[in-house]
C-alpha cells in the first residue's frame, strides 16, 4: 500500500516531521509577522503609553575580604618554567597565599595539609575516603571545596579540591584548569586565559 509520501511504512513518521517542520516555521513567523502590525488603531486606549522595560542592573561582583579586584574576562597570565621544567605558581585561595605546582594529570586542585590548616580546615573532621592512584601508590584524601582559587588577575568560584595526606606542594590540578577559557604550554611559557 502507498500513498503520496512513499510506501505507508514509516508513512506517519513523515507526516509527523512535516508537521512539526510546518509548526516550527508559525512559532518563528508569526510573532514576527504580529510585532510589525498596529493593533492600536481605533482603539479608546491608543494613546496610553506602554511603560518602559526594565534594563537590566549589573551583577554586584562578590565581596572580598582582602579587596583584591575581581577579573573581567578576558583575562590572560603567563608563568615561565622553573626548576625541572615544572611550573611554580603563587596564587591564592580564599584570599589566602598558596604555593602550586601546575599538574595538568592531577584530577583536583590538591592541597597540603599544612596550607588547608593555614586555610581554616579542621582536618580531624574531614571524611578522608577519596581513593587516588599516585606514583607512590593508592593514597586516600579529604574532599572539599574551595571557594575561590585566583592566579593573578583570574579567579574560579567553587573549586573541588581534596586534601592530600602527603606532604611537599599543593598542587593546581584540572578541577581549576579546566574552567578556564584556555590554558597552554609552549616553549617553556605557561599560558591560562579566563
Not at 577579573?71 to 597565599?97: C, D, I, K, L
Not at 592512584?133 to 574560579?156: K, M, Q, S
Request: aromatic fraction near 8%; charge should be positive.
Amino acid at each position: 500500500m502507498s500513498d503520496a509520501y512513499g510506501t505507508s511504512r514509516g508513512t506517519m513518521l513523515r507526516r509527523a516531521f512535516l508537521l512539526l517542520i510546518g509548526c516550527g516555521s508559525a512559532a518563528y513567523s508569526v510573532p514576527r509577522y504580529f510585532s510589525s502590525m498596529d493593533f492600536s488603531a481605533g482603539s479608546r486606549d491608543a494613546a496610553v503609553p506602554t511603560p518602559p522595560r526594565p534594563q537590566s542592573q549589573p551583577q554586584p561582583q562578590p565581596r572580598r575580604i582582602d579587596k583584591a579586584p575581581v577579573a573581567e574576562a578576558p583575562t590572560t597570565e603567563t608563568y615561565h618554567a622553573q626548576r625541572g621544567n615544572q611550573f611554580y605558581v603563587t596564587g591564592s585561595v580564599n584570599g589566602n597565599t598558596v604555593r602550586f605546582l601546575v599538574d595538568t594529570g592531577a584530577t583536583w586542585v590538591a592541597l597540603t595539609q599544612d596550607d588547608a590548616k593555614l586555610l581554616g580546615f579542621n582536618l580531624s573532621t574531614l571524611k578522608w575516603d577519596v581513593r587516588t592512584n599516585t606514583a607512590n601508590g593508592i593514597a586516600t584524601n579529604a574532599a572539599v571545596t574551595l571557594g575561590d582559587v585566583r592566579l593573578g588577575r583570574i579567579i574560579e568560584y567553587n573549586v573541588p579540591a581534596i586534601i592530600m595526606h602527603q606532604s611537599g606542594i599543593s598542587l593546581l590540578g584540572m578541577s581549576f584548569l579546566s574552567r578556564l577559557r584556555s590554558w597552554q604550554i609552549s616553549n617553556g611559557v605557561l599560558t591560562i586565559a579566563s
